[in-house]
């Protein structure tokens, strides 16, 4: 008999323990003033896909669809974002990863990566514009999904836009700065070459007014060298019509019968 006590005594301290302890502060009913501790909010999230298709290109970015046929994607172009489906046949199917990734951070991903292509002057508006509206959006993901201890992370990004809305001001004073650097250059540089066009053009005028006064004098040298050859000719045509005229003489006196002989010879002057 007194076996049997101490075995059902045992009993009855493990069952109190067992309740005890799958019950912590409570003996299977509710404690007064305590009420049940409320589930934490899940955050959205999005999947992400990335993959090689056939010609070796990685594509990634957010998976919108799949299916056995295809697979759409929203994916980053530059300073876009677009989507675009992919067949099955064109991707290699040993390459596709998904993954699960807070909606938040992948927005906040997106904005890093529009901020960080600002300053290169190629699309900076629109890299400033797309890095604003990822964070509005990681903000909106937050808020919608989660409470209390995201105060502080809602806070960060009200200060990472405040940043980019600082900087994208100083950009536009930049860019005014450079358009006026750029206008005074091109002033500065049209200003030489026209400089340069005029040097050019009186060098030509230069070179032309000196050929010109060298086709004169040529001009009056053969003038002044026809008139002496033409005196010159003149000279000796009368030269010649004295010869004509003795030799005329000489054959009368040499032969009286030929009364009516002519001179072979006789040259008369021809004015040119």
């Known amino acids: 008999m007194k076996l049997v006590n101490v075995t059902n005594t045992a009993a009855i301290i493990v069952l109190l323990v067992w309740g005890t302890t799958a019950n912590p502060g409570t003996s299977g009913q509710e404690t007064p003033g305590q009420t049940p501790a409320t589930p934490a909010r899940r955050a959205n999230s999005v999947r992400t896909v990335d993959f090689h298709l056939r010609t070796g290109e990685l594509v990634f970015g957010k998976l919108l669809t799949e299916d056995k046929n ?17 067949g099955r046949r064109e991707i290699d199917p040993r390459t596709v990863d998904i993954k699960t990734v807070p909606e938040y ?4 991903d997106l904005a890093d990566y529009f901020a960080g292509r600002t300053w290169d002057f190629r699309d900076d508006p629109d890299d400033f514009i797309q890095a604003i509206r990822c964070c509005e959006k990681a903000k909106a993901a937050i808020e919608t999904s989660a409470v209390g201890q995201d105060k502080d992370r809602i806070e960060q990004i009200n200060e990472k836009i405040k940043k980019l809305e600082a ?8 860019v005014k700065s450079r358009a006026e650097l750029k206008k005074l250059e091109f002033l500065a540089e049209a200003e030489n070459k026209l400089k340069e066009i005029e040097d050019k053009v009186n060098a030509s005028s230069q070179q032309v007014t000196k050929s010109v006064e060298r086709l004169d004098k040529a001009v009056t040298d053969i003038q002044e060298n026809h008139r002496k050859l033409e005196g010159g000719l003149y000279g ?36 040119y």
């Open 167 to 174: 900087d994208r001001q100083v950009w536009e004073t930049q």
């Open 70 to 86: 295809k697979i759409a994607v929203e994916r980053l172009d530059e300073s876009r974002i677009i989507v675009q489906t992919y």
């Open 105 to 108: 951070r992948y927005y906040l």
């Open 236 to 271: 000796i045509q009368q030269q010649l019509n004295v010869l004509a005229e003795r030799t005329a003489v000489n054959a009368r006196l040499m032969d009286p019968w030929r009364w009516n002989w002519q001179p072979q010879y006789f040259y008369r002057y021809r004015q």
